[in-house]
């Protein structure tokens, strides 16, 4: 018996299964009148908290599965795959995202007018974090529009947004000492604080201004100043303890009303009209659970300040962007030429020099 053929067609099976599953799920959305929604948090910063069903999740996993395993680059705390082509500053090369990343997460974020509908996101760098895993404060650069959406998929983690010291002192919008707003490295800590000490004393010009818990299943949005300024990071931690400057936790009463004035004032709210609905004035603490928008797609409850949110054996994010510039787009079944194939692979290592993650040790 050929178990390796046997396991091919398996593979086989299940992404069919799973790519059938998405596009049914997609035309179900398509023709909803009940769409999940974006709860702007300000600064440009915007989560839809079920943005994915269970079983769109679960589609999505398998597919992931199925991936061969050498695509992937391995580095220290967590592995990478680029889907949608190369990112190079010289121009990228692009490729088709798959099917069921177009039809359950692209379609889906311009539809929710997270990204306009002449410019949707046709990069995925896709995320596969160890457990307790997280990865250092940065910012995503100009190789790729300034919008960002994370979706989450397999557990919990806690991202944080920081700025520079400095800038934050300039701005007069500092997080005042004795606001309640710790610093990066308080900002979401493990069992003991430790780990989180190690990422304060790592990066002790940043300070965490604000905080977002990423569910399983939820897609965060951030744009503008939010991208091009601030740094996103998530600590090494087996456990996220959601703080008060988590812009959507629910607010316990006591805790003092200047707390949503941690993030810089001059950060735009620059989000396109749809994700402002009925939010002039958006609240950055959310004191009512988020509102439910159809079966299917029901949020999990607000996490409370205090709340302790363990992290998953392992954690998966799909970060969407649109490229800023490409050179080369290489059709779905196109085989490229000898010297076409080595420019490709040069591109990908300079890539891959250009992350600060370390790869991990070959043995
Ligand atoms: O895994 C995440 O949620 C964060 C990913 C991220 O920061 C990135 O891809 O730039």
Not at 12 to 23: F, G, I
Not at 170 to 199: E, K, R, W
Not at 221 to 240: K, N, P, Q, S
Request: with cysteine; glycine share 8%; hydrophobic share 45%.
């Amino acid at each position: 018996m050929d178990f390796q053929a046997m396991l091919k067609a398996e593979k086989a099976r299940a992404k069919a299964e799973s790519a059938a599953t998405a596009a049914a799920a997609a035309a179900a959305f398509a023709g909803s009148q009940h769409l999940p929604v974006f709860n702007d948090l300000g600064g440009g910063i915007a989560i839809c908290e079920a943005f994915l069903t269970d079983a769109e999740q679960r589609a999505l996993t398998t597919s992931i599965d199925a991936i061969p395993t050498g695509d992937w680059a391995e580095l220290t705390q967590r592995r990478l795959l680029n889907l949608g082509g190369v990112p190079h500053p010289s121009g990228s090369w692009s490729e088709p995202l798959p099917p069921d990343i177009t039809s359950l997460c692209v379609a889906r974020l311009t539809q929710l007018s997270a990204f306009p509908p002449e410019a949707p996101p046709d990069h995925v760098l896709l995320n596969e974090y160890h457990q307790g895993a997280g990865i250092d404060p940065h910012r995503d650069g100009p190789l790729f529009l300034p919008t960002a959406a994370i979706v989450s998929l397999e557990g919990d983690a806690v991202m944080e947004f920081f700025t520079e010291q400095q800038q934050q002192q300039q701005t007069g919008a500092a997080v005042a000492s004795g606001s309640g707003v710790p610093s990066a490295g308080d900002a979401c800590d493990g069992d003991d604080g430790a780990l989180s000490g190690a990422m304060a004393a790592r990066h002790p010009a940043l300070v965490a201004v604000r905080s977002v818990l990423l569910r399983a299943g939820s897609c965060l949005v951030f744009r503008g100043e939010a991208y091009t300024t601030l740094r996103h990071g998530i600590a090494d931690a087996a456990v996220d303890i959601v703080q008060p400057h988590c812009a959507n936790a629910r607010m316990p009463t006591a805790l003092p009303a200047a707390l949503p004035a941690a993030l810089p004032a001059a950060l735009p709210a620059a989000l396109p009209a749809a994700l402002h609905a009925g939010a002039s004035s958006p609240p950055v603490l959310s004191p009512e659970p988020l509102p439910v928008p159809s079966p299917g797609f029901a949020p999990a409850p607000a996490p409370a300040v205090g709340d302790r949110v363990a992290r998953p054996p392992r954690r998966r994010s799909l970060t969407l962007r649109k490229l800023a510039n490409v050179a080369n787009a290489v059709g779905a079944f196109e085989v490229l030429g000898i010297e076409e194939e080595a420019e490709r692979l040069r591109r990908r290592a300079w890539w891959l020099g250009s992350i600060s993650e370390k790869p991990r040790p070959v043995g």
